[in-house]
């Protein structure tokens, strides 16, 4: 059971929009910034999202971040295939004094 | 070019220990928070510690803490972590990684701890 709960599945068309929840506490979310993540089966995870909204120099547009008290999400507009993959949220808690992942999102693009 | 290379993985019987290394470059690795991060086979990240720059604050998850240590020796641009008293559940892909919570995290390519009889 993570911390951080995400739904286990997502799915969309090429083209649509979709949006990953991250819904965590006042302790870890709610007074920490939000990293996203994703993962192509057998590769390492790559930075995708940090500081809740932030996007690293080679990620597209498409991607975006938001915070909203204890939650958080990540939207993909402009659906591609390329974009299937794992994505997981990650913060601080500040009363266990550990890192705290989602327990992942499984993008499909039908 | 940021690289994290993990060697010291392997198969270890239960109750026996294993010691990971991290080899850093391609940036100042003095400056950085380093983290250890798992994955069990099929299931989601797991965070298992973290080291401040000079090594001065670490932080562990519950499940290893008293049987994991994490160390950085800055002068080797290296990330270790020494892992005793493994169990089955500690069965999975360990990565290195820089600044996991920060704008610029960068994750290595993983290494397989299998802790099987």
């Known amino acids: 059971q993570s911390v951080l709960t995400q739904p286990p599945s997502a799915s969309g068309t090429p083209g649509q929009r979709v949006t990953i929840s991250c819904s965590g506490s006042s302790s870890n979310i709610g007074g920490n910034t939000v990293n996203w993540y994703h993962q192509l089966p057998g590769t390492a995870p790559k930075l995708l999202i940090y500081?809740?909204?932030q996007r690293p120099s080679g990620v597209p547009d498409r991607f975006s971040g938001s915070k909203s008290g204890t939650s958080a999400s990540l939207a993909i507009s402009g659906l591609q295939s390329e974009d299937e993959s794992d994505y997981y949220c990650a913060t601080w808690d500040g009363s266990l004094n550990v890192v705290v992942f989602g327990g992942g999102t499984k993008l499909t693009v039908l | 070019e940021v690289q994290l290379v993990e060697s010291g993985g392997g198969l270890v019987q239960p109750g026996g220990s294993l010691r990971l290394s991290c080899a850093a470059s391609g940036f100042t690795f003095s400056t950085y928070w380093m983290d250890w991060v798992r994955q069990a086979p099929g299931k989601g990240l797991e965070w298992v510690a973290n080291?401040?720059?000079?090594?001065?604050?670490?932080y562990y998850v519950d499940s290893v803490k008293g049987r994991f240590t994490i160390s950085r020796d800055n002068a080797k641009n290296s990330l270790y972590l020494q892992m005793n008293s493994l169990r089955a559940e500690d069965t999975a892909v360990y990565y290195c990684a820089r600044g996991l919570l920060g704008a610029a995290s960068h994750w290595g390519q993983g290494i397989l701890v299998t802790v099987s009889s």
């Open positions: 500081s809740n909204n």
């Open positions: 080291i401040k720059q000079d090594g001065s604050e670490k």
